[in-house]
Protein backbone atom coordinates (compact mmCIF):
# COMPACT_ATOMS: atom_id res chain seq x y z
CA UNK A 1 0.00 0.00 0.00
CA UNK A 2 1.53 3.11 -1.02
CA UNK A 3 2.18 6.21 1.92
CA UNK A 4 0.03 8.30 -0.18
CA UNK A 5 -3.12 5.83 0.61
CA UNK A 6 -2.05 5.01 4.09
CA UNK A 7 -2.35 8.84 4.83
CA UNK A 8 -6.01 8.61 3.41
CA UNK A 9 -6.99 5.84 5.11
CA UNK A 10 -5.34 6.97 8.44
CA UNK A 11 -6.93 10.93 8.33
CA UNK A 12 -10.10 8.81 7.80
CA UNK A 13 -9.87 5.86 10.92
CA UNK A 14 -8.23 9.09 12.93
CA UNK A 15 -10.89 10.46 14.44
CA UNK A 16 -13.46 7.25 14.82
CA UNK A 17 -10.29 6.14 16.87
CA UNK A 18 -9.84 8.97 18.65
CA UNK A 19 -14.08 9.04 19.29
CA UNK A 20 -13.65 5.53 20.45
CA UNK A 21 -11.08 6.39 23.28
CA UNK A 22 -12.27 9.86 24.57
CA UNK A 23 -15.54 7.58 25.05
CA UNK A 24 -13.91 4.81 26.85
CA UNK A 25 -11.72 7.00 28.96
CA UNK A 26 -13.13 10.60 28.80
CA UNK A 27 -10.16 12.30 28.99
CA UNK A 28 -9.56 14.45 25.60
CA UNK A 29 -6.20 15.49 25.80
CA UNK A 30 -4.52 12.11 26.54
CA UNK A 31 -6.64 9.68 24.06
CA UNK A 32 -5.73 12.38 21.61
CA UNK A 33 -1.80 11.91 22.04
CA UNK A 34 -2.15 8.35 22.48
CA UNK A 35 -4.11 8.20 18.74
CA UNK A 36 -1.28 10.35 17.61
CA UNK A 37 1.09 7.80 18.57
CA UNK A 38 -1.00 5.15 17.22
CA UNK A 39 -1.27 6.50 14.09
CA UNK A 40 2.53 7.54 14.02
CA UNK A 41 3.03 3.99 14.36
CA UNK A 42 0.30 2.64 11.31
CA UNK A 43 2.39 5.44 9.32
CA UNK A 44 5.64 3.62 9.62
CA UNK A 45 4.73 -0.18 9.79
CA UNK A 46 2.09 -0.33 7.35
CA UNK A 47 3.75 0.95 4.05
CA UNK A 48 6.13 -1.81 4.49
CA UNK A 49 4.08 -4.60 6.28
CA UNK A 50 1.07 -3.95 4.62
CA UNK A 51 -2.50 -3.49 6.82
CA UNK A 52 -3.77 -5.69 8.66
CA UNK A 53 -6.99 -7.20 8.97
CA UNK A 54 -8.92 -4.42 10.51
CA UNK A 55 -6.70 -1.20 10.37
CA UNK A 56 -9.39 0.50 12.49
CA UNK A 57 -9.08 -2.18 15.13
CA UNK A 58 -5.15 -1.94 15.38
CA UNK A 59 -4.97 1.31 15.85
CA UNK A 60 -7.17 1.12 18.81
CA UNK A 61 -5.77 -1.75 20.59
CA UNK A 62 -2.02 -0.06 19.67
CA UNK A 63 -3.94 3.48 20.99
CA UNK A 64 -5.67 1.94 24.02
CA UNK A 65 -2.66 0.04 25.17
CA UNK A 66 -0.34 3.38 25.18
CA UNK A 67 -3.32 5.21 26.74
CA UNK A 68 -3.61 2.41 29.64
CA UNK A 69 0.26 2.41 30.43
CA UNK A 70 -0.32 6.32 30.73
CA UNK A 71 -3.07 6.11 32.96
CA UNK A 72 -1.78 3.89 34.81
CA UNK A 73 1.30 5.90 35.16
CA UNK A 74 -0.39 8.77 36.51
CA UNK A 75 -2.77 6.71 38.96
CA UNK A 76 0.89 4.94 40.48
CA UNK A 77 1.78 8.92 40.90
CA UNK A 78 -1.04 11.42 41.94
CA UNK A 79 -2.97 8.65 43.09
CA UNK A 80 -4.78 10.75 46.02
CA UNK A 81 -6.34 13.41 43.21
CA UNK A 82 -9.69 13.40 42.90
CA UNK A 83 -9.61 14.15 38.94
CA UNK A 84 -7.57 10.63 38.82
CA UNK A 85 -10.71 9.21 40.01
CA UNK A 86 -12.56 9.73 37.02
CA UNK A 87 -10.17 8.22 34.82
CA UNK A 88 -11.23 4.12 34.88
CA UNK A 89 -9.14 1.72 33.39
CA UNK A 90 -10.22 -1.61 31.19
CA UNK A 91 -10.89 -3.66 34.16
CA UNK A 92 -13.34 -0.74 35.20
CA UNK A 93 -15.11 0.03 32.15
CA UNK A 94 -19.01 0.17 32.14
CA UNK A 95 -19.32 1.26 28.97
CA UNK A 96 -19.20 -1.38 25.30
CA UNK A 97 -15.99 -2.15 24.22
CA UNK A 98 -13.96 0.81 22.23
CA UNK A 99 -13.63 -1.53 19.23
CA UNK A 100 -17.18 -3.07 18.87
CA UNK A 101 -18.71 -2.49 15.42
CA UNK A 102 -22.21 -0.75 16.44
CA UNK A 103 -20.28 2.46 16.95
CA UNK A 104 -18.39 2.58 14.35
CA UNK A 105 -20.15 5.50 12.70
CA UNK A 106 -21.22 7.01 15.79
CA UNK A 107 -18.17 7.52 17.74
CA UNK A 108 -16.74 10.50 14.76
CA UNK A 109 -20.34 11.65 15.01
CA UNK A 110 -20.07 11.97 18.66
CA UNK A 111 -17.05 13.74 18.48
CA UNK A 112 -18.07 16.19 16.12
CA UNK A 113 -21.63 17.33 17.93
CA UNK A 114 -18.83 17.44 21.14
CA UNK A 115 -16.37 19.51 19.08
CA UNK A 116 -19.60 22.08 17.98
CA UNK A 117 -20.95 22.32 21.77
CA UNK A 118 -22.65 25.71 22.37
CA UNK A 119 -21.02 26.58 25.54
CA UNK A 120 -18.00 26.82 23.06
CA UNK A 121 -17.33 30.16 20.72
CA UNK A 122 -17.48 29.43 17.08
CA UNK A 123 -13.90 29.96 16.62
CA UNK A 124 -13.26 27.63 18.83
CA UNK A 125 -15.66 25.29 18.09
CA UNK A 126 -13.71 25.45 14.36
CA UNK A 127 -10.19 25.03 15.64
CA UNK A 128 -11.24 21.85 17.60
CA UNK A 129 -13.22 20.56 14.85
CA UNK A 130 -10.60 20.88 12.27
CA UNK A 131 -8.06 19.31 14.86
CA UNK A 132 -9.96 16.17 16.53
CA UNK A 133 -11.90 15.39 14.04
CA UNK A 134 -10.46 16.98 10.22
CA UNK A 135 -7.05 15.58 11.64
CA UNK A 136 -5.04 19.11 10.73
CA UNK A 137 -2.13 19.69 12.84
CA UNK A 138 -2.20 22.82 14.74
CA UNK A 139 -0.29 24.82 12.79
CA UNK A 140 -2.00 23.75 9.73
CA UNK A 141 -5.30 25.18 11.58
CA UNK A 142 -3.25 28.65 12.72
CA UNK A 143 -1.93 28.91 8.78
CA UNK A 144 -5.09 28.14 7.19
CA UNK A 145 -6.71 31.29 9.86
CA UNK A 146 -3.02 33.31 9.83
CA UNK A 147 -3.07 33.21 13.55
CA UNK A 148 0.42 32.67 15.29
CA UNK A 149 0.59 28.77 16.22
CA UNK A 150 0.73 30.12 20.07
CA UNK A 151 -2.23 31.55 19.65
CA UNK A 152 -4.20 28.78 17.94
CA UNK A 153 -2.85 26.28 20.58
CA UNK A 154 -4.53 28.20 23.67
CA UNK A 155 -7.27 28.39 21.58
CA UNK A 156 -7.64 24.80 21.04
CA UNK A 157 -6.58 23.80 24.82
CA UNK A 158 -9.07 26.47 26.40
CA UNK A 159 -11.65 24.35 24.04
CA UNK A 160 -10.15 21.47 25.44
CA UNK A 161 -10.65 22.69 29.24
CA UNK A 162 -14.11 23.84 28.79
CA UNK A 163 -15.22 20.65 27.43
CA UNK A 164 -13.64 18.87 30.24
CA UNK A 165 -14.81 21.59 32.64
CA UNK A 166 -18.88 21.39 31.13
CA UNK A 167 -19.16 17.45 32.16
CA UNK A 168 -20.48 16.95 28.34
CA UNK A 169 -21.05 13.12 28.53
CA UNK A 170 -19.61 11.45 25.08
CA UNK A 171 -22.74 10.59 23.79
CA UNK A 172 -24.78 12.04 20.90
CA UNK A 173 -27.66 14.63 22.37
CA UNK A 174 -30.56 13.92 24.18
CA UNK A 175 -33.79 14.52 21.06
CA UNK A 176 -34.53 17.72 23.31
CA UNK A 177 -31.09 19.15 22.57
CA UNK A 178 -30.55 16.99 18.82
CA UNK A 179 -31.44 21.06 16.99
CA UNK A 180 -29.67 22.71 18.72
CA UNK A 181 -26.39 21.02 18.58
CA UNK A 182 -26.66 20.19 14.76
CA UNK A 183 -27.49 23.73 13.81
CA UNK A 184 -24.08 24.47 15.76
CA UNK A 185 -22.71 21.75 13.68
CA UNK A 186 -23.65 22.83 10.86
CA UNK A 187 -22.53 26.21 11.40
CA UNK A 188 -19.07 25.10 12.08
CA UNK A 189 -18.64 23.32 8.56
CA UNK A 190 -20.34 25.92 6.74
CA UNK A 191 -17.74 28.49 8.58
CA UNK A 192 -14.74 25.99 7.31
CA UNK A 193 -15.94 25.72 4.12
CA UNK A 194 -16.56 29.37 3.28
CA UNK A 195 -13.35 30.15 4.60
CA UNK A 196 -11.72 27.78 1.95
CA UNK A 197 -13.79 29.04 -1.04
CA UNK A 198 -13.17 32.14 -0.12
CA UNK A 199 -10.27 33.00 2.24
CA UNK A 200 -10.95 36.06 4.36
CA UNK A 201 -7.40 37.29 4.30
CA UNK A 202 -4.17 35.58 3.01
CA UNK A 203 -1.94 36.13 -0.82
CA UNK A 204 -4.36 33.44 -2.02
CA UNK A 205 -8.23 33.74 -2.90
CA UNK A 206 -8.85 30.13 -1.73
CA UNK A 207 -7.75 27.26 0.57
CA UNK A 208 -8.84 23.96 -1.49
CA UNK A 209 -7.97 22.12 1.79
CA UNK A 210 -10.30 23.33 4.04
CA UNK A 211 -13.23 22.99 1.64
CA UNK A 212 -12.64 19.86 0.98
CA UNK A 213 -12.32 18.99 4.59
CA UNK A 214 -15.58 20.86 5.14
CA UNK A 215 -16.96 18.87 2.33
CA UNK A 216 -15.57 15.37 3.89
CA UNK A 217 -16.71 15.90 6.96
CA UNK A 218 -20.46 17.11 5.66
CA UNK A 219 -20.13 13.86 3.42
CA UNK A 220 -19.81 11.85 7.01
CA UNK A 221 -22.49 13.49 8.65
CA UNK A 222 -24.90 13.20 5.62
CA UNK A 223 -24.31 9.04 5.44
CA UNK A 224 -24.96 9.01 9.35
CA UNK A 225 -27.87 11.12 9.54
CA UNK A 226 -29.39 10.47 5.56
CA UNK A 227 -32.99 12.10 6.55
CA UNK A 228 -31.70 15.12 7.86
CA UNK A 229 -32.55 17.62 5.04
CA UNK A 230 -30.14 20.37 6.28
CA UNK A 231 -27.74 18.34 6.38
CA UNK A 232 -28.37 17.25 2.81
CA UNK A 233 -28.87 20.94 2.21
CA UNK A 234 -25.30 22.03 3.39
CA UNK A 235 -23.44 18.95 1.46
CA UNK A 236 -25.61 20.24 -2.24
CA UNK A 237 -24.79 23.78 -1.08
CA UNK A 238 -20.78 22.95 -0.74
CA UNK A 239 -20.82 20.96 -4.04
CA UNK A 240 -22.43 23.38 -6.30
CA UNK A 241 -20.84 26.18 -4.82
CA UNK A 242 -17.11 24.28 -5.22
CA UNK A 243 -17.92 23.11 -8.51
CA UNK A 244 -16.84 26.53 -9.30
CA UNK A 245 -13.84 26.68 -8.04
CA UNK A 246 -11.42 26.12 -10.49
CA UNK A 247 -13.00 28.76 -13.12
CA UNK A 248 -12.70 31.52 -10.15
CA UNK A 249 -9.20 32.45 -10.72
CA UNK A 250 -7.07 33.37 -13.34
CA UNK A 251 -3.50 32.00 -14.51
CA UNK A 252 -2.40 34.85 -12.10
CA UNK A 253 -4.36 33.75 -9.17
CA UNK A 254 -6.70 36.74 -9.99
CA UNK A 255 -10.15 36.78 -9.63
CA UNK A 256 -12.79 36.11 -11.56
CA UNK A 257 -16.39 36.92 -11.21
CA UNK A 258 -19.28 34.55 -11.90
CA UNK A 259 -20.94 35.94 -15.00
CA UNK A 260 -17.07 35.81 -16.82
CA UNK A 261 -16.11 32.13 -16.06
CA UNK A 262 -15.16 29.71 -18.62
CA UNK A 263 -18.81 27.26 -17.51
CA UNK A 264 -16.66 24.43 -18.90
CA UNK A 265 -14.12 24.29 -16.48
CA UNK A 266 -17.23 24.00 -13.49
CA UNK A 267 -17.03 20.56 -11.95
CA UNK A 268 -19.94 18.31 -13.74
CA UNK A 269 -19.69 15.53 -11.38
CA UNK A 270 -20.51 18.00 -8.38
CA UNK A 271 -23.46 20.00 -10.05
CA UNK A 272 -24.98 16.40 -10.93
CA UNK A 273 -24.44 15.32 -7.14
CA UNK A 274 -25.46 18.77 -5.71
CA UNK A 275 -28.66 18.76 -7.72
CA UNK A 276 -29.84 15.19 -7.69
CA UNK A 277 -28.97 15.85 -3.43
CA UNK A 278 -31.35 18.89 -3.68
CA UNK A 279 -33.86 17.65 -5.77
CA UNK A 280 -34.21 14.95 -3.61
CA UNK A 281 -34.74 16.39 -0.43
CA UNK A 282 -36.63 19.43 -1.03
CA UNK A 283 -39.88 17.84 -1.57
CA UNK A 284 -39.46 15.98 1.78
CA UNK A 285 -41.33 19.49 3.26
CA UNK A 286 -40.51 22.50 4.58
CA UNK A 287 -37.19 23.82 3.42
CA UNK A 288 -34.41 25.15 5.23
CA UNK A 289 -31.74 27.88 4.87
CA UNK A 290 -29.34 25.50 3.60
CA UNK A 291 -31.32 23.83 1.27
CA UNK A 292 -32.89 27.07 -0.56
CA UNK A 293 -29.33 28.30 -0.94
CA UNK A 294 -28.17 25.15 -2.22
CA UNK A 295 -31.51 25.44 -4.65
CA UNK A 296 -30.20 29.13 -5.38
CA UNK A 297 -26.94 27.40 -6.49
CA UNK A 298 -28.46 25.17 -8.44
CA UNK A 299 -29.66 27.58 -10.69
CA UNK A 300 -26.65 29.11 -10.95
CA UNK A 301 -24.99 25.84 -11.82
CA UNK A 302 -27.62 24.63 -14.63
CA UNK A 303 -27.54 27.96 -16.34
CA UNK A 304 -25.63 27.08 -19.71
CA UNK A 305 -24.64 30.99 -19.40
CA UNK A 306 -24.78 33.94 -17.62
CA UNK A 307 -27.20 35.62 -19.24
CA UNK A 308 -29.66 32.50 -19.52
CA UNK A 309 -29.91 32.34 -15.26
CA UNK A 310 -33.06 32.44 -14.52
CA UNK A 311 -33.12 35.36 -12.31
CA UNK A 312 -37.12 35.53 -11.16
CA UNK A 313 -36.84 31.74 -10.02
CA UNK A 314 -33.29 32.87 -7.80
CA UNK A 315 -35.20 35.57 -6.58
CA UNK A 316 -38.53 34.13 -5.27
CA UNK A 317 -35.86 31.74 -3.51
CA UNK A 318 -34.14 34.58 -1.68
CA UNK A 319 -37.62 36.03 -0.58
CA UNK A 320 -38.50 32.85 0.87
CA UNK A 321 -35.05 32.70 2.78
CA UNK A 322 -35.44 36.43 3.64
CA UNK A 323 -38.65 35.29 5.51
CA UNK A 324 -35.96 32.43 7.63
CA UNK A 325 -33.59 34.35 7.86
CA UNK A 326 -32.25 37.92 9.41
CA UNK A 327 -28.98 36.76 8.00
CA UNK A 328 -27.43 40.85 6.06
CA UNK A 329 -25.57 38.89 3.53
CA UNK A 330 -28.88 36.82 2.29
CA UNK A 331 -30.45 40.04 1.76
CA UNK A 332 -27.39 41.73 0.30
CA UNK A 333 -27.67 38.91 -2.49
CA UNK A 334 -31.69 39.36 -2.45
CA UNK A 335 -30.62 43.19 -3.34
CA UNK A 336 -28.70 41.43 -6.71
CA UNK A 337 -31.62 39.37 -7.38
CA UNK A 338 -33.82 42.16 -7.39
CA UNK A 339 -31.63 43.88 -9.73
CA UNK A 340 -30.99 41.45 -11.87
CA UNK A 341 -34.48 40.92 -12.46
CA UNK A 342 -36.29 44.48 -12.15
CA UNK A 343 -33.49 46.92 -13.00
CA UNK A 344 -30.17 48.35 -10.86
CA UNK A 345 -32.21 51.59 -9.26
CA UNK A 346 -34.54 49.00 -7.74
CA UNK A 347 -31.82 46.77 -6.24
CA UNK A 348 -29.32 50.18 -4.98
CA UNK A 349 -32.94 51.23 -2.82
CA UNK A 350 -33.04 47.71 -1.10
CA UNK A 351 -29.23 48.71 -0.59
CA UNK A 352 -30.12 51.81 1.23
CA UNK A 353 -32.07 50.45 3.65
CA UNK A 354 -29.67 47.91 4.62
CA UNK A 355 -26.69 50.84 5.31
CA UNK A 356 -27.76 51.14 8.82
CA UNK A 357 -26.88 47.98 9.54
CA UNK A 358 -23.48 47.42 10.89
CA UNK A 359 -22.79 44.25 9.88
CA UNK A 360 -22.92 44.18 6.45
CA UNK A 361 -22.16 47.93 6.19
CA UNK A 362 -19.04 47.66 7.06
CA UNK A 363 -18.44 45.19 4.78
CA UNK A 364 -16.21 45.11 1.87
CA UNK A 365 -19.41 43.15 -0.29
CA UNK A 366 -21.94 45.90 0.31
CA UNK A 367 -19.61 48.05 -0.78
CA UNK A 368 -18.72 45.65 -4.08
CA UNK A 369 -21.99 45.15 -4.76
CA UNK A 370 -23.08 49.03 -4.43
CA UNK A 371 -20.34 49.52 -7.17
CA UNK A 372 -21.93 47.30 -9.31
CA UNK A 373 -25.14 48.04 -9.61
CA UNK A 374 -24.03 51.87 -10.19
CA UNK A 375 -22.26 50.30 -13.18
CA UNK A 376 -25.37 48.59 -14.18
CA UNK A 377 -26.96 51.88 -14.04
CA UNK A 378 -24.87 54.16 -15.58
CA UNK A 379 -22.96 56.04 -13.20
CA UNK A 380 -19.36 55.31 -13.72
CA UNK A 381 -18.04 57.95 -11.23
CA UNK A 382 -19.83 56.72 -8.12
CA UNK A 383 -19.42 53.46 -9.03
CA UNK A 384 -15.62 54.23 -9.17
CA UNK A 385 -15.52 55.47 -5.67
CA UNK A 386 -17.69 52.76 -4.12
CA UNK A 387 -14.67 50.20 -6.03
CA UNK A 388 -12.38 51.77 -4.38
CA UNK A 389 -13.82 52.10 -0.92
CA UNK A 390 -14.64 47.96 -0.98
CA UNK A 391 -11.12 48.03 -2.07
CA UNK A 392 -9.93 49.89 1.95
CA UNK A 393 -12.47 47.37 3.54
CA UNK A 394 -11.08 43.82 2.57
CA UNK A 395 -7.87 42.20 3.65
CA UNK A 396 -7.65 39.93 0.49
CA UNK A 397 -4.87 41.08 -1.74
CA UNK A 398 -6.49 38.99 -4.79
CA UNK A 399 -9.97 41.02 -3.92
CA UNK A 400 -8.13 44.25 -3.45
CA UNK A 401 -6.41 43.75 -7.00
CA UNK A 402 -9.59 42.81 -8.12
CA UNK A 403 -11.85 45.82 -6.93
CA UNK A 404 -8.71 48.34 -7.82
CA UNK A 405 -9.09 46.75 -11.72
CA UNK A 406 -12.75 47.80 -11.64
CA UNK A 407 -12.26 51.29 -10.69
CA UNK A 408 -8.99 52.03 -12.90
CA UNK A 409 -11.32 50.30 -15.70
CA UNK A 410 -14.04 52.85 -15.17
CA UNK A 411 -11.57 55.51 -15.08
CA UNK A 412 -9.98 55.26 -18.41
CA UNK A 413 -13.61 55.06 -20.22
Same mark, same amino acid.
Given at each position: ? $????? #??????? =??????????????????????????? =???????? #??????? +???????????????????? =??????????????????????????????????????????????????????????????? $??? !????????????? @??? @?? +???? +?? &????? /?????????ERLSAVLHVLYLIFTEGYATTSGPELTRADLSAEAIRLTRLLHRTLPDAGEVAGL? !??????????????????????? =? #??????????????????????????? /???????????????? /?????????????????????? &?????????? !????????? /??????????????????????????????? #???????? !?? +?????????????????????????????
Open positions: M $TGHAV #EDLLREL =APQVLGALVRRYGNFDAAEDATQEALL =AAATQWPD #EGLPDRP +KAWLITVAARRLTDLLRSEQ =ARRRREDSIAQWRLPDEWLAPAADRPPHEADDTLVLLFMCCHPALRPPSQIALTLRAVGGLTT $TEI !ARAFLVPEATMTR @RIT @RA +KQSI +KD &SGIPF /ALPRDSERGL !ALMLLTDARRASRTGPGGELIPM =A #EQDRSRWNSAYIAEGVELISRTLPRGE /AGPYQLQAAIAALHDE /APTADATDWPQILALYQVLMGL &SDNPVVALNH !AVAVAMVHG /APAGLRLLERLRPDRRISDDHRFHAVRAHLL #EMRGDDGE !AC +KAYLEAAERTTSPPRQRYLHGRAARLREN
